[in-house]
C-alpha cells in the first residue's frame, strides 16, 4: 500500500531504486498515452474513430444498415443503394473521412479510442456462427466440435473449425471489464424490441444531428426482408443475412450441447441477465 504518496517506496534498499519507482509510478499514464498513439499510427487508427464492436452475429450487419442510411454523409434517397462496406467499412480506410465508423469483432484492445459494443445472448450469436459457417465455407463439423474446439482452431483434414476469434463469453467479458475506452453497450435483445429508442443512443454517442423522421426511414430500409431482398438479388454482397429471431436458437441445443456451453460461458450469461 502505498501511503502518504511515496512514503512507502522508501523502505526500499538505496535512494536510487525508490527514486526510479517513484518516477515510472509518476510517468506512467504518459507513457501508455504515447504507446497507444504511436500504435493508432501504425495501424491507422484516428482517435476520432468509433469501433462498432461486437461477437460475431451479434447484428453488427443490422446496425451497420442502420446507420448508413443515417450516416450524416449518406443519402436520403430512398432508391439509393447504400454501399455499407464505403460508410461503415469493416476495416481501416484511409480514404474514409473522420469521424469514421468502423465495424470489428475485435476483442478489446486500448488503442480503439470508442466503441460501440453490441450484446447478444451468447446461445444465440454461437449457433449462428456455427450455421453460417457451415453455409459460407462448406465445412462439415458438428456443432459439438464447434462448442469444444479451442478457439481459433481449424483442422483442414477433420474439417472442424472453432469460434471465431475467441468464445462468446471472453469476447463480452475482454469489453466488459475494461475502463479506458469510452463504450456504449447496446443489447441485441433491446434494439429488437425498441428499435428507434437504440437507433437514438447510437447517433447520440457517435454525435449525429439526426431528425426521428430520417432514423424511422433508415430503420424500415434497413430491415431483414430488405437486406435479404438486396442479398438475394445480388446487388449487395453479405452472405450474412440471418433471420435475427431472439432466444430461437437456444432450443436447437441437445442437452449434452448446452452443457458444454454453459460450462464455460454460463456464469456471464448469468451475470448479464441471459441465465437465471
Request: one cysteine or more; charged letters at 25%.
Amino acid at each position: 500500500m502505498l501511503k502518504n504518496g511515496f512514503s512507502e517506496l522508501d523502505r526500499f534498499p538505496g535512494n536510487w531504486i525508490s527514486g526510479q519507482l517513484k518516477y515510472f509510478v509518476w510517468q506512467w499514464p504518459s507513457y501508455f498515452g504515447s504507446v497507444i498513439s504511436l500504435m493508432r499510427k501504425r495501424t491507422g487508427i484516428r482517435k476520432t474513430d468509433t469501433f462498432l464492436v461486437s461477437f460475431p452475429r451479434s447484428g453488427n450487419t443490422w446496425v451497420r444498415f442502420i446507420l448508413s442510411h443515417c450516416h450524416p454523409g449518406s443519402s436520403r434517397d430512398r432508391n439509393v443503394i447504400v454501399d455499407i462496406d464505403e460508410v461503415i467499412p469493416e476495416s481501416i480506410m484511409d480514404e474514409t473521412p473522420s469521424p469514421r465508423v468502423i465495424k470489428t469483432h475485435s476483442m478489446y484492445s486500448p488503442i480503439f479510442p470508442r466503441a460501440i459494443y453490441l450484446l447478444r445472448d451468447g446461445r444465440d450469436s454461437t449457433h449462428s456462427s456455427y450455421k453460417l459457417a457451415g453455409k459460407r465455407d462448406g465445412w462439415d463439423f458438428s456443432f459439438m466440435d464447434f462448442l469444444q474446439a479451442h478457439p481459433g482452431d481449424l483442422d483442414e483434414v477433420e474439417k472442424k473449425a472453432a469460434q471465431w476469434p475467441c468464445r462468446w463469453h471472453q469476447h463480452v467479458r475482454s469489453w466488459h471489464t475494461q475502463t479506458y475506452v469510452p463504450m456504449l453497450v447496446v443489447r441485441y435483445e433491446d434494439l429488437k424490441r425498441d428499435t428507434l429508442v437504440e437507433v437514438k443512443r447510437m447517433t447520440s454517442f457517435l454525435g449525429w444531428n439526426v431528425t426521428e423522421e430520417q432514423l424511422v426511414e433508415a430503420i424500415e430500409a434497413s430491415s431483414i426482408e430488405s437486406m435479404r431482398k438486396l442479398e438475394n438479388s445480388k446487388k449487395l454482397q453479405l452472405n450474412s443475412v440471418g433471420q435475427g429471431i431472439v432466444g430461437g436458437a437456444a432450443q436447437k441445443y441437445t442437452t449434452e450441447e448446452m452443457e458444454c456451453f454453459l460450462t464455460y460461458a454460463g456464469k456471464t450469461l448469468r451475470e448479464f441477465g441471459y441465465l437465471e
